[in-house]
């Protein structure tokens, strides 16, 4: 999400359908508004050719006649353009009422974790979103702000700790990292444990305050947890070692920071976590089973989305580089990107290497990235990655992606913009995606 587009994002805000969506068939269906200037057309049309050969009483009769045989079929705000998948996929609502739809995370024991904006850290569990949330915090909830992030343990729940990135609003606005201990469904009482407490974002932002947070956190493959976070709208801070905006924070899973992270030796305090820098708005985080390459997607300004391979001591480049412009041998260049025709913001991901495909074989191993603003899924291949190829359109406000052990994808949609007066509050849903004609 980004303030910077807050003009363009009414426009595709639309119920989730009920029902499971087949194929790629179009909406043939008219909105209002079309209908209504596509009648005032025919009207003035049917009336000014009438008028060169009837009477002004007759012209209007004609004209009138024309109209109503006008074949119109206007839809109404609850009947908006189904989604759009490839031939033999379907997809179907696992649960609604999501408020603030931001990230999520997979148990192995078939739990979903749903970061809701405003706080609360919700489980959907059997199919159902549970009554009670996992855990209620207290946090700076305005325009991007709130509860962004949550990972899960390696091994949980055997290691039943839940790791979390919130902003907290005393005593200003500041990124916390910490992590709960699991009861269950409901976080142990007072098991908090606060790994970093970041700056006051109020001395360090840009134009637009609460913009540019960041997003998903993950586990890497060396077990070490990785957090971006965004650069306020604040441009420089994104290349400081002194300051953690605009970077990617690694931890070891105790909260401590590891001896051989990239900065380490010249830097203290907090910004020894700092393992990457150059970065906008990374919102979208993934990690590949068995190669452990991380992708992170960075949300582009006025030129380009990226999508960017994490890599210890990277510099990618903002605010003095964004997609291909980034021509400076210090930068590390982006993997994929693209234009403002393509896309305006680009989210989640999530690589396809489940433990039972259901997907098609040319699936496996691609990486799914979704444009919250554009409403579609695309896929790629991690070998090739230049080239991306389309996979889901008019999904409403995607803001992560995750794959189920048996091959499902998970779809988190927000269907509202950022936390402000227009917010639309319970809007988000949890879809899933299935390969259903094999």
């Not at 400081?240 to 830097?267: M, V």
């Not at 605010?319 to 260049?333: D, Q, V, Y």
Request: hydrophobic share 35%; charged share 25%.
């Amino acid at each position: 999400m980004d303030q910077e587009r807050a003009d363009i994002e009414a426009p595709w805000l639309h119920p989730v359908p009920e029902v499971a969506a087949r194929g790629s068939t179009p909406n043939t269906k008219r909105s209002p508004e079309t209908s209504r200037s596509i009648a005032d057309i025919v009207w003035r049309l049917a009336l000014d050719v009438s008028r060169l050969a009837f009477s002004p009483p007759q012209a209007i009769l004609l004209a009138s006649l024309v109209l109503c045989f006008l074949p119109l079929s206007p839809v109404t705000a609850d009947d908006p353009p189904p989604i759009q998948l490839p031939s033999g996929f379907s997809i179907e609502t696992i649960c609604d009422g999501i408020d603030g739809a931001i990230t999520m995370d997979l148990a192995r024991d078939g739990r979903v974790f749903i970061c809701e904006q405003l706080g609360t850290l919700r489980i959907v569990k059997e199919g159902k979103l549970l009554a009670e949330p996992f855990l209620r915090l207290a946090v700076d909830d305005w325009w991007e702000r709130g509860l962004i992030g949550v990972a899960l343990h390696p091994k949980f729940p055997d290691e039943p700790y839940v790791y979390i990135h919130y902003v907290a609003p005393k005593p200003f606005p500041h990124h916390v990292i910490s992590r709960f201990t699991a009861d269950g469904d409901r976080a142990r009482e007072g098991s908090e444990k606060i790994f970093i407490e970041g700056e006051n974002q109020d001395l360090h932002v840009g134009n637009y305050r609460g913009a540019h947070q960041g997003g998903a956190i993950r586990f890497g493959a060396d077990g070490k947890l990785y957090v971006p976070i965004g650069e306020h709208t604040a441009r420089d801070p994104a290349q400081s070692l002194e300051l953690i905006s605009g970077k990617i924070l690694r931890f070891n899973d105790d909260g401590s920071i590891p001896a051989d992270n990239p900065f380490y030796a010249q830097t203290t305090g907090i910004y020894r976590a700092i393992y990457a820098r150059g970065l906008r708005n990374p919102y979208g985080l993934a990690v590949q089973p068995g190669t452990g390459r991380m992708f992170i997607n960075d949300v582009g300004q006025e030129l380009f989305e990226e999508i960017d391979e994490a890599a210890p001591g990277a510099n990618y480049g903002w605010p003095f580089a964004e997609g291909p412009a980034n021509n400076r041998p210090e930068f590390t260049k982006p993997i994929h990107f693209y234009g403002r025709k393509e896309g305006i913001c680009i989210s989640g991901g999530a690589f396809y290497n489940p433990a039972h495909p259901q997907f098609p074989a040319e699936y496996v191993g691609k990486y799914f990235f979704a444009d919250f603003n554009t409403q579609w899924i695309r896929t790629l291949d991690p070998a090739h990655p230049e080239k991306a190829e389309p996979f889901a359109q008019r999904l409403p406000g995607t803001t992560d992606l995750a794959v189920t052990p048996d091959g499902a994808l998970l779809v988190l949609v927000r269907n509202t913009f950022v936390h402000d007066d227009k917010y639309r509050a319970k809007s988000g849903s949890l879809l899933r995606i299935r390969y259903t004609n094999p």
